[in-house]
């Protein structure tokens, strides 16, 4: 079976700031992401849960996005313009897809 | 003075009050009590529905007229007017930065819904009347403060280049956020179909009312706990000072503004606990949007582990005894 070389960008992200991001992908012509709840977590600000709560202060979002490895630089100069004043973490991992076209 | 302490001592043992009190022990005690996201999202929608349907409702006998659009009117100033105060205030008190005081002071402009739900709990519980449209004024101070804040910040020179600014975008969000929707929208409801729509579903709005408010508070409760919990070393005696004398401050405007336009006991009540109130939902997004540099830890606390419990055990059942005072009834 052939796999394709791709790369997994993996996006931690303030809720309040998932629209803006998601529209940025969008504008940066990644073809399609996948927006996962976050439950809680901790990190240099302390430690947070969405347990209980309704307000979108203190909550994170997890965006993930496949794209293709030549892309990849790019796409994350764009994100770091939407994150670098808020809380968030970014990884990228190697990636394999079946479908290179569909990235 | 002994009527005002009746009616402390008979909101402290409501079920409302004790509820969010177990909810508060509860955390501290680091219970694994806790409530999923979507039920508590749920309650909140319920609330606002049925609180806004019953104030539209209320309206709906007698229309609109000068006192409604004058309490809008005096609404969106005081909420514009509070933040000033706040932050004047928390340059003085404490030692916190220009951008975390601005912060801080929008919170204190805008306003709690849930804080104000009691309220008209509280007063529907004692047969005091109010204006239905107050629902609409809470709605109208959500908003404002935001501004004045932002502006706060663009002028000062510690917090220039700071603000991320009140763009079109944001604006959107603010005026366009879940619950201003879900209150005026309902409102909205309640207002055209009147009494014979609150006929159709009172069994809905009415009856389960005050059983789902003691759920949710104690909800409130157990994330007010965590979060004053999380909170140790953020929050200095100053602060804990602004956040309990800055409520009679906010109220004492509410008075003044609804003795002037010349609102009911409960009305004056209500336009207290507003003025009193401070902003946990709205305000913290817009917050986190347009100004991250600013300490969350310091204006949720604040908020929502000081201001919050002050005016649900203290302040409502003393605003009430002022305004009933001040106003009769």
């Known amino acids: ?103 | 003075m002994g009527s005002i302490l009746d009616l402390a001592a008979a909101n402290l043992l409501s079920p409302i009050i004790l509820s969010f009190a177990l909810g508060v022990a509860a955390a501290l005690a680091r219970s694994d009590l806790n409530f999923p996201e979507a039920i508590a999202k749920g309650m909140s929608l319920y609330l606002l529905f049925a609180i806004g349907f019953k104030g539209g409702a209320s309206v709906a006998g007698h229309g609109v007229d000068a006192l409604l659009i004058g309490s809008l009117i005096a609404g969106v100033i005081l909420s514009g007017l509070i933040p000033f105060v706040a932050y004047a205030l928390l340059r003085v008190m404490t030692k916190l930065s220009a951008l975390d005081a601005a912060a801080v002071a929008a919170h204190y402009g805008s306003i709690s819904i849930v804080t104000f739900v009691a309220a008209s709990s509280v007063l529907d519980a004692q047969g005091i009347g109010s204006e239905g449209y107050m629902v609409a004024v809470a709605a109208a101070m959500e908003a404002p403060a935001i501004v004045a804040a932002l502006w706060l910040v663009s002028r000062s020179s510690a917090g220039a280049g700071e603000s991320g600014g009140m763009n079109g975008e944001l604006m959107r969000e603010i005026m366009l956020n879940g619950s201003i929707v879900l209150l005026v929208g309902a409102f909205l409801i309640g207002g055209i179909t009147g009494a014979e729509g609150k006929a159709e579903i009172d069994a809905f709005i009415t009856a389960p009312f005050k059983g789902v408010l003691c759920l949710f508070l104690l909800d409130m409760g157990l994330v007010a706990g965590r979060g004053l919990r999380n909170a140790k070393g953020t929050i200095s005696t100053a602060l804990i000072g602004f956040g309990l004398l800055m409520p009679l401050i906010g109220a004492s405007f509410g008075l003044a503004t609804g003795a002037v336009l010349g609102l009911s006991t409960g009305g004056v009540a209500l336009m207290m606990v507003l003025s009193a109130s401070a902003s946990y939902i709205a305000v913290p997004a817009a917050m986190r949007v347009a100004l991250p540099e600013a300490n969350p830890a310091v204006y949720l606390t604040l908020s929502l582990g000081i201001t919050f419990p002050f005016n649900l055990t203290i302040g409502i059942p003393l605003y009430i005894a002022v305004a009933s005072t001040v106003i009769g009834g």
């Open chain 1, 1 to 103: 079976m052939d796999m394709h070389d791709a790369k997994r960008v993996e996006i931690i992200i303030e809720a309040v700031m998932e629209k803006r991001l998601t529209k940025l992908l969008t504008e940066e012509g990644v073809t399609g992401f996948s927006v996962l709840p976050v439950k809680g977590g901790s990190g240099r600000s302390g430690q947070w849960s969405r347990q209980g709560t309704v307000g979108r202060a203190d909550g994170m979002s997890a965006v993930v996005c496949l794209v293709k490895p030549e892309r990849a630089e790019a796409l994350l100069e764009a994100v770091l313009g939407v994150l670098t004043r808020h809380i968030g973490v970014v990884n990228v991992t190697d990636a394999k897809v079946l479908r290179a076209e569909r990235f």
